[in-house]
Each structure stands twice: as C-alpha cells, then as structure tokens.
C-alpha cells in the first residue's frame, strides 16, 4: 500500500499527558497537511508543510502543538499537556506540488486522540 | 476567509434513487478549486469530484456530477443510480488557487443513508 500512512492510530491519553502522532505521505509527495475533526465536523486546517519547511500554521495550533518534517519525509505532530478540549481525529494528508497538477490531498487513516 | 456551508446534516436516498447535495461557499476570490469528498465510516477520505472556478463546464465521473453556479457561490453535487457503497460523509471543500499550500477549507458534511 503507497498511501499516506498514520500512526497510531487510536490514541487514549489521561489529561496533562504528552502524545506524539506519525504522519507518513505518499513517497514522491512534497507538501504535507495536518487538519483536526471533531465529532461531527468537518477537518480543520492545521499546518502545512513543503518539503521540510513549515509554512503555515493555523491560529488553532496554540503553543502546545508543534509540529516537524525532519528531511522532508515523514511528518510528527506533538501536543503537549493534553486537554480534554483535545480530543478528536488528527488527519494527514499529502500531496504533489506542480503548475500542471490541481494538487489533490491524500488523506490517510487519521489518528483518533481521546484525553480523559 | 473563505468560508463553506452545508446546510443539510443528513440525507436519505433510495438505491437506485438520484440524491442532490448542497453547498454554498462565500469567498472573495475569482480562482479557486471546489471539492466533494467522501469519508466513510471509520475510513480514510477520499476525493469525489473536483471543479476549477474558470471552467463553466460542470465536473462529472462517472455516478457523480456537480451543478457549479458561481454567481450564486453554489456547488451541489448530484448521485446517480444511487449504491449501498454510497453511504458515507460527504464533504464539501474549497481552496485556492493562489498562494502556496491552499489548504482545504470543509463544511461540516452531509451524512447520506441509502435504503435497500
């Protein structure tokens, strides 16, 4: 399977707790989103990625959600000192960037994240 | 900011049927994409149907087509010969065609139920 990739992919914290999340895109993919939905949501953007360089970041990412693309390849979210307003799926995407490309996402599986 | 509006929360459809869901999109733009994703249950989403602004045309693949009225900021997606398969969250998407990145922007999804 050559699709984006997430690890876990479920997730149970207890408040206060660190987690990190593993995004793996699609091989030949340069640009990589991160987005957050809640139940009954639609995802939210969260940040974006082109090669190694974060781009973009939503007013949503406060100071406890970093995120890194180390060598342009796989992607990690961390968010530290979880709260229970945390909760919900954590989805990756990727995609190509070109001029003759509309540059469809792939989403992966998404990690759900849920904070007692 | 752009902003994207489903306003049905759930919709049902015979197999067989025909079944139209809505989307309204608000932007200042004149060079966007508009999307329709599907997320079935506890699976990855997947891309229905995309529309690029400066095309009058009217997407379509295969069950599935779009009535894109931009005037009216309007993007409905209509499916044909409606399928079991079919049943799933449907996202409506928006992003630009400028800039870099271009996140998606969602609406909250439209749950379609189809009934044997």
């Known amino acids: 399977d050559t699709g984006v990739s997430q690890d876990p992919r479920h997730k149970i914290t207890k408040r206060g707790q660190n987690v990190t999340f593993r995004c793996d895109p699609i091989s030949e993919h340069n640009r990589l989103y991160w987005y957050r939905q809640t139940l009954g949501q639609g995802p939210e953007f969260l940040t974006y990625?082109?090669?190694?360089?974060?781009?973009?970041k939503s007013r949503l990412l406060s100071d406890r959600f970093s995120a890194e693309r180390p060598k342009g390849s796989f992607s990690t979210l961390e968010i530290q000192r979880t709260e229970q307003g945390d909760s919900a799926m954590y989805l990756c995407?990727?995609?190509?960037?070109?001029?003759?490309?509309?540059?469809?996402?792939?989403f992966g599986p998404g990690t759900r994240l849920t904070v007692l | 900011a752009q902003t994207v509006t489903q306003s049905q929360p759930e919709m049902s459809v015979q197999e067989a049927e025909t079944v139209t869901l809505s989307c309204t999109y608000d932007?200042?733009?004149?060079?966007?994409?508009l999307f329709w994703y599907k997320q079935p249950p506890s699976r990855q989403m997947i891309l229905v149907i995309r529309?690029?602004?400066?095309?009058?045309q009217n997407a379509t693949e295969n069950r599935f087509s779009v009535n894109f009225q931009k005037a009216a900021k309007s993007f409905s997606l209509k499916i044909s010969d409606s399928q079991l398969g079919d049943a799933a969250m449907y996202f409506c998407a928006y992003r630009s065609a400028s800039g870099y990145g271009n996140k998606l922007v969602f609406g909250a999804g439209t749950i379609l139920r189809v009934k044997s």
């Open positions: 990625f082109q090669n190694e360089a974060q781009l973009e």
């Open positions: 529309q690029e602004a400066y095309k009058q």
């Open positions: 932007t200042s733009e004149s060079d966007y994409y």
């Open positions: 995407a990727s995609s190509l960037s070109g001029t003759l490309s509309y540059n469809e996402q792939f």
